[in-house]
């Protein structure tokens, strides 16, 4: 092959490699940057005795997302995909006060518990 042919060839493989990383960059990245959290905790009263069928709300207000959930028997609850962000937790049983916490901020890690 002549020299021609190899600058064509490394040409062509240049503008191969820099297309793959635009896209990368374009779509791969973001991908990684939104992120999913699985999000779990445990509910219980002031004894520790765990409190099933509590109604769990996760709200990030500033998007206008919200998640629900009702904890188990053992007072455990989980949400397997919650966008990253900055949510208010809402906690609701019988025969028990409305607990609300804000600022739970659900950032990149792969889980989180509460």
């Known amino acids: 092959m002549d020299s021609l042919g190899l600058g064509v060839v ?9 297309t ?4 990368f960059l374009a779509f791969g990245a973001s991908s990684l940057f939104a992120q999913n959290v699985a999000v779990s905790g445990q509910v219980s009263d002031p004894s520790g005795a765990p409190i099933a069928n509590a109604q769990i709300s996760l709200r990030d207000s500033a998007r206008q997302v919200e998640f629900h959930g009702t904890t188990n028997d053992t007072g455990s609850y989980s949400f397997a995909a919650v966008p990253r962000g900055n949510y208010t937790t809402v906690i609701e049983a019988g025969g028990f006060a409305s607990y609300e916490r804000a600022s739970l901020i ?5 889980s989180l518990s509460t």
């Open 20 to 23: 793959l990383l635009f896209f």
């Open 106 to 110: 659900v950032d990149g890690l792969p």
């Open 10 to 18: 490394f040409c062509w493989c240049r503008a191969l490699l820099l």
